[in-house]
T-cell receptor
Framework: EAQVTQNPRYLITVTGKKLTVTCSQN?????MSWYRQDPGLGLRQIYY???????DKGDVPEGYKVSRKEKRNFPLILESPSPNQTSLYFC???????????FGPGTRLTVT | AQSVTQPDIHITVSEGASLELRCNYS??????LFWYVQSPGQGLQLLLK??????LVQGIKGFEAEFKRSQSSFNLRKPSVHWSDAAEYFC???????????FGTGTRLKVLA
Protein backbone atom coordinates (compact mmCIF):
# COMPACT_ATOMS: atom_id res chain seq x y z
CA GLU A 1 0.00 0.00 0.00
CA ALA A 2 1.31 3.43 -0.99
CA GLN A 3 1.71 5.51 2.11
CA VAL A 4 3.57 8.07 4.16
CA THR A 5 4.30 7.01 7.70
CA GLN A 6 5.28 9.16 10.66
CA ASN A 7 6.56 8.21 14.07
CA PRO A 8 5.71 8.82 16.78
CA ARG A 9 2.07 9.76 16.39
CA TYR A 10 1.95 11.46 19.76
CA LEU A 11 4.79 12.90 21.79
CA ILE A 12 4.95 14.87 25.02
CA THR A 13 8.35 16.24 25.91
CA VAL A 14 10.01 18.96 27.95
CA THR A 15 11.67 22.14 26.86
CA GLY A 16 15.18 21.63 25.55
CA LYS A 17 15.12 17.87 25.11
CA LYS A 18 16.16 17.01 21.57
CA LEU A 19 13.71 14.96 19.57
CA THR A 20 13.31 13.52 16.08
CA VAL A 21 10.10 12.82 14.22
CA THR A 22 10.60 10.30 11.45
CA CYS A 23 8.89 10.32 8.07
CA SER A 24 9.09 7.60 5.47
CA GLN A 25 7.38 7.10 2.10
CA ASN A 26 7.25 4.01 -0.09
CA UNK A 27 6.25 5.67 -3.38
CA UNK A 28 9.74 6.57 -4.61
CA UNK A 29 8.79 10.25 -4.51
CA UNK A 30 11.46 12.85 -5.10
CA UNK A 31 9.80 15.63 -3.13
CA MET A 32 9.14 15.59 0.61
CA SER A 33 8.00 18.29 2.96
CA TRP A 34 7.17 19.07 6.57
CA TYR A 35 4.27 21.21 7.76
CA ARG A 36 2.92 22.33 11.06
CA GLN A 37 -0.78 22.89 11.60
CA ASP A 38 -2.02 25.34 14.19
CA PRO A 39 -5.61 26.47 14.83
CA GLY A 40 -6.55 29.43 12.67
CA LEU A 41 -3.26 29.33 10.78
CA GLY A 42 -3.76 26.38 8.48
CA LEU A 43 -0.69 24.46 7.35
CA ARG A 44 2.62 26.22 7.21
CA GLN A 45 5.60 24.74 5.44
CA ILE A 46 8.69 24.18 7.59
CA TYR A 47 11.20 22.58 5.25
CA TYR A 48 11.10 20.75 1.97
CA UNK A 49 13.42 18.52 0.00
CA UNK A 50 13.58 18.24 -3.76
CA UNK A 51 15.72 15.11 -3.68
CA UNK A 52 18.43 13.35 -1.70
CA UNK A 53 20.81 15.84 -0.07
CA UNK A 54 18.77 18.81 -1.37
CA UNK A 55 16.69 20.70 1.18
CA ASP A 56 15.42 24.24 1.60
CA LYS A 57 13.54 26.38 4.08
CA GLY A 58 9.82 26.88 3.99
CA ASP A 59 7.96 29.68 5.69
CA VAL A 60 8.61 28.72 9.33
CA PRO A 61 12.00 26.96 9.58
CA GLU A 62 13.25 28.50 12.85
CA GLY A 63 13.98 25.90 15.51
CA TYR A 64 13.88 22.95 13.13
CA LYS A 65 16.42 20.92 11.18
CA VAL A 66 16.01 18.28 8.49
CA SER A 67 18.15 15.90 6.53
CA ARG A 68 17.58 13.79 3.44
CA LYS A 69 20.17 11.05 3.24
CA GLU A 70 17.87 8.50 1.64
CA LYS A 71 15.11 9.08 -0.84
CA ARG A 72 12.43 7.46 1.30
CA ASN A 73 13.20 9.19 4.63
CA PHE A 74 12.94 12.80 5.73
CA PRO A 75 13.27 13.21 9.51
CA LEU A 76 12.39 16.42 11.33
CA ILE A 77 14.72 17.35 14.17
CA LEU A 78 14.00 19.71 17.04
CA GLU A 79 17.32 20.19 18.79
CA SER A 80 15.97 22.33 21.64
CA PRO A 81 12.17 22.25 21.59
CA SER A 82 10.23 25.11 23.07
CA PRO A 83 6.54 25.38 24.04
CA ASN A 84 5.77 27.43 20.90
CA GLN A 85 6.61 24.34 18.88
CA THR A 86 3.63 22.53 20.34
CA SER A 87 1.68 21.70 17.23
CA LEU A 88 0.39 19.04 14.84
CA TYR A 89 3.06 18.08 12.32
CA PHE A 90 2.52 16.56 8.91
CA CYS A 91 4.97 15.03 6.50
CA UNK A 92 4.08 14.87 2.82
CA UNK A 93 5.60 13.58 -0.40
CA UNK A 94 4.98 13.95 -4.11
CA UNK A 95 6.41 13.00 -7.45
CA UNK A 96 7.19 15.63 -10.04
CA UNK A 97 4.67 14.26 -12.49
CA UNK A 98 1.64 14.43 -10.25
CA UNK A 99 2.67 17.31 -8.04
CA UNK A 100 -0.13 16.59 -5.60
CA UNK A 101 1.09 15.74 -2.15
CA UNK A 102 0.39 12.62 -0.14
CA PHE A 103 0.22 13.26 3.58
CA GLY A 104 1.16 11.21 6.58
CA PRO A 105 -1.25 10.76 9.51
CA GLY A 106 0.33 13.51 11.60
CA THR A 107 2.35 13.77 14.80
CA ARG A 108 0.90 15.67 17.71
CA LEU A 109 3.73 17.21 19.69
CA THR A 110 3.37 18.84 23.08
CA VAL A 111 6.34 20.67 24.61
CA THR A 112 5.98 21.59 28.28
CA ALA B 1 3.37 38.47 -1.61
CA GLN B 2 2.03 35.03 -2.29
CA SER B 3 -1.08 34.15 -0.32
CA VAL B 4 -4.16 32.01 -0.21
CA THR B 5 -7.36 33.25 1.41
CA GLN B 6 -10.27 31.17 2.55
CA PRO B 7 -12.65 33.82 3.82
CA ASP B 8 -15.08 31.47 5.55
CA ILE B 9 -13.77 29.92 8.76
CA HIS B 10 -16.94 27.93 9.43
CA ILE B 11 -19.81 26.96 7.16
CA THR B 12 -22.95 25.07 8.17
CA VAL B 13 -25.26 23.48 5.62
CA SER B 14 -28.11 21.03 5.77
CA GLU B 15 -27.68 17.57 4.37
CA GLY B 16 -28.76 17.55 0.74
CA ALA B 17 -28.10 21.26 0.26
CA SER B 18 -25.53 22.59 -2.18
CA LEU B 19 -22.13 23.77 -1.04
CA GLU B 20 -19.59 26.32 -2.21
CA LEU B 21 -16.31 26.95 -0.40
CA ARG B 22 -14.36 29.99 -1.47
CA CYS B 23 -10.67 30.27 -2.20
CA ASN B 24 -8.78 33.29 -3.49
CA TYR B 25 -5.09 33.33 -4.22
CA SER B 26 -2.34 35.78 -4.98
CA UNK B 27 0.52 34.19 -6.87
CA UNK B 28 2.94 35.66 -9.35
CA UNK B 29 3.57 32.53 -11.39
CA UNK B 30 1.03 30.35 -13.14
CA UNK B 31 -0.51 28.54 -10.21
CA UNK B 32 -1.21 24.92 -9.58
CA LEU B 33 -4.30 24.76 -7.39
CA PHE B 34 -5.46 22.08 -5.02
CA TRP B 35 -8.24 21.31 -2.61
CA TYR B 36 -7.60 18.95 0.29
CA VAL B 37 -9.96 17.57 2.90
CA GLN B 38 -9.06 16.71 6.48
CA SER B 39 -11.45 14.55 8.46
CA PRO B 40 -11.20 14.74 12.26
CA GLY B 41 -8.00 13.17 13.50
CA GLN B 42 -6.82 12.35 10.00
CA GLY B 43 -4.23 13.54 7.55
CA LEU B 44 -5.07 15.47 4.41
CA GLN B 45 -6.53 13.86 1.33
CA LEU B 46 -6.48 15.40 -2.12
CA LEU B 47 -9.94 16.17 -3.52
CA LEU B 48 -8.94 17.68 -6.84
CA LYS B 49 -6.28 19.71 -8.61
CA UNK B 50 -5.96 22.19 -11.45
CA UNK B 51 -2.85 22.55 -13.57
CA UNK B 52 -4.12 23.80 -16.92
CA UNK B 53 -6.81 23.25 -19.53
CA UNK B 54 -10.48 23.00 -18.68
CA UNK B 55 -11.19 25.41 -15.86
CA LEU B 56 -13.87 23.18 -14.34
CA VAL B 57 -12.26 20.18 -12.69
CA GLN B 58 -13.90 17.15 -11.20
CA GLY B 59 -12.63 15.46 -8.08
CA ILE B 60 -13.43 12.63 -5.78
CA LYS B 61 -16.55 12.31 -3.62
CA GLY B 62 -18.64 14.34 -6.07
CA PHE B 63 -16.70 17.60 -5.64
CA GLU B 64 -15.80 20.01 -8.41
CA ALA B 65 -13.96 23.32 -8.57
CA GLU B 66 -13.77 26.13 -11.06
CA PHE B 67 -10.64 28.14 -11.78
CA LYS B 68 -11.36 31.78 -12.59
CA ARG B 69 -8.17 33.57 -13.49
CA SER B 70 -9.84 37.00 -13.70
CA GLN B 71 -11.06 36.67 -10.11
CA SER B 72 -8.02 34.75 -8.81
CA SER B 73 -10.42 32.21 -7.40
CA PHE B 74 -10.71 28.46 -7.19
CA ASN B 75 -13.99 27.74 -5.43
CA LEU B 76 -15.01 24.24 -4.43
CA ARG B 77 -18.57 23.07 -5.02
CA LYS B 78 -20.80 20.10 -4.39
CA PRO B 79 -24.43 19.93 -5.51
CA SER B 80 -25.71 17.83 -2.60
CA VAL B 81 -23.84 17.53 0.67
CA HIS B 82 -23.76 14.31 2.68
CA TRP B 83 -23.27 14.09 6.44
CA SER B 84 -19.91 12.39 5.83
CA ASP B 85 -18.64 15.56 4.15
CA ALA B 86 -18.28 17.24 7.54
CA ALA B 87 -14.57 18.01 7.72
CA GLU B 88 -12.06 20.80 7.27
CA TYR B 89 -11.21 21.87 3.74
CA PHE B 90 -7.97 23.45 2.64
CA CYS B 91 -7.15 25.26 -0.55
CA UNK B 92 -3.49 25.21 -1.59
CA UNK B 93 -1.32 26.78 -4.26
CA UNK B 94 1.93 25.65 -5.80
CA UNK B 95 3.74 26.53 -8.99
CA UNK B 96 5.89 24.84 -11.55
CA UNK B 97 9.55 25.64 -11.07
CA UNK B 98 9.14 26.41 -7.40
CA UNK B 99 9.02 23.99 -4.57
CA UNK B 100 6.86 25.80 -2.06
CA UNK B 101 3.25 25.22 -1.28
CA UNK B 102 0.98 27.74 0.39
CA PHE B 103 -2.13 26.61 2.19
CA GLY B 104 -5.16 28.59 3.20
CA THR B 105 -6.29 28.65 6.80
CA GLY B 106 -9.09 26.20 6.14
CA THR B 107 -12.89 26.13 6.22
CA ARG B 108 -14.61 23.86 8.69
CA LEU B 109 -17.82 22.39 7.31
CA LYS B 110 -20.64 21.29 9.55
CA VAL B 111 -23.53 19.30 8.10
CA LEU B 112 -26.93 19.32 9.75
CA ALA B 113 -29.09 16.21 9.52
Amino acid sequence: EAQVTQNPRYLITVTGKKLTVTCSQNMNHEYMSWYRQDPGLGLRQIYYSMNVEVTDKGDVPEGYKVSRKEKRNFPLILESPSPNQTSLYFCASSSWTGYEQYFGPGTRLTVT
Amino acid sequence: AQSVTQPDIHITVSEGASLELRCNYSYGATPYLFWYVQSPGQGLQLLLKYFSGDTLVQGIKGFEAEFKRSQSSFNLRKPSVHWSDAAEYFCAVGASGTYKYIFGTGTRLKVLA
